[in-house]
């Protein structure tokens, strides 16, 4: 069995070598331990760092394309290395990487597809208070869309099966945290958290470049997950509320209106009028929206069938090999 510990980067020459020197090359029910680097267009010397420090695979960026891609650039290269388990981590060295044979145990146990490592946030002395809501804010977003009981959704350092990375496709440019959750739960993967402890902050988050635009990043990235993941409550939800807010104040022109009283309250009708109106058309949307994500994850089933077929050729030409 193969794993593979893959790391994005991008201008991390300073503080790679702490996080590499912390990895390790050997653990428990697995019989290979490679590491690979992202490289997402870094600048600096983050290549030549990481082969100086027994790196074994580099995959490179022409330009820097975000935590997102890198992300998922790192999970097709270690699919294509054959890859039974993949275990992602920061280049900042944040997560103690001593805790990765705890955090692939429930893997190699076979009681999940996917396992979080839950930071004990509300002890993180270098997290702000606002830092802090808005990180519980968010992973109670993603339980609610995911249907699932991941205590910190935000944390990246987390393990995959084979499986359930083929199976993963993210549409966020920002970060991939919360949506590879909701995705897991929509494809009923049994997720699983271990708590994991964290070490000193050697750099900046570099998601965290102001708290206005991570407050900002963060209310846009809740509120696409639910568009997208649970498009058809979202955009009902929107409707019906404008809807029954135009019903009822029409219904406090009927009753001016039935009394005598409906002079000087013609602005409420065209209110109403207006959103009820704009409530029916969100009721539609929510109906072309939830067709749409039906197709989504049609081709997301597609696109799973396919590397699965894919691999079943690759193990039947090596195979061949072996016999020759």
Known sequence: MKLIIQIPC???????PIALAALPRSIPGIDTVEWLIIDDGSQDETISVAKAHGVDHVVKHAHNQGLAKGFMTGLDACLQLGADIIVNTDADNQYNAEDIPKLVAPILQERADIV????????IAHFSPLKKMLQNIGSYAVRKASRTSVPDAPSGFRAFTRKAAQQLVV??????????????????????????????????????????????????????????????RFFATIGTALFVLG?????????????????????????????????FQALLVAFLADLLAANRILLEDVRYKIQRFEDASLYKLRDVVIKK
Request: no cysteine.
């Open 10 to 16: 991008y201008n991390e020459a300073e503080t790679l």
């Open 116 to 123: 979080v490592g839950a930071r004990p946030i509300n002890e």
């Open 171 to 232: 549409f966020s440019e920002y970060t991939y945290t919360l949506e590879t959750i909701i995705q897991a739960g929509q494809k009923n993967m049994a997720v699983d958290s271990v708590p994991i402890r964290v070490n000193e902050d050697l750099r900046p988050s570099r998601l965290l470049k102001s708290i206005r635009s991570y407050v900002q990043r963060s209310i846009f990235t809740i509120v696409r997950i639910f568009s997208i993941y649970r498009p058809f």
């Open 247 to 279: 019903f009822l104040i029409g219904t406090r022109f009927v009753y001016f209106y039935l009394t005598g009283h409906g002079e000087g309250h013609i602005q409420s009708l065209i209110l109403a009028a207006i959103l009820m109106v704009i409530g």
